[in-house]
């Protein structure tokens, strides 16, 4: 059984900044992906970013230079920096943990990131 508990969602002006955090537990494979995914009101979920074990890092073009993704191997956590933050950010925000090629793949229960123009 593999829990992720979300946190660190609200509502920010543009410009604003957020942190997001998920923590993970239970039986994790120690070599995982770890990441955030977003879904807005009509739209498909898409990747946010993305970071392996080694903290290789993967950035949808829509966040680079204003997200960064980290985690802490020790605490099973992934966190998610957001800043200049726009309206077009704003969506229910989605932690993930996958191993074994996706063969394993977890989802947090989400929250959600409002940005007001």
């Given at each position: 059984?593999?829990?992720l508990v979300e946190s660190g969602g609200g509502l920010?002006?543009?410009g604003g900044s957020l942190r997001l955090s998920c923590a993970?537990?239970?039986s994790i494979s120690s070599v995982n992906v770890m990441g955030w995914y977003r879904q807005a009101p009509g739209k498909q979920r898409?990747?946010?970013a993305t970071i392996t074990g080694g903290?290789?890092?993967t950035y949808a073009d829509s966040v680079k230079g204003r997200f960064t993704i980290s985690r802490d191997n020790a605490k099973n956590t992934v966190y998610l920096q957001m800043n200049s933050l726009k309206p077009d950010d704003t969506a229910v925000y989605y932690c993930?943990?996958?191993w074994r090629y996706g063969l394993?793949?977890?989802w947090g229960q989400g929250t959600q990131v409002?940005?007001?123009s």
């Open positions: 059984q593999v829990q920010v002006q543009t993970a537990s239970g898409e990747l946010v903290t290789v890092t993930n943990v996958a394993y793949n977890y409002t940005v007001s």
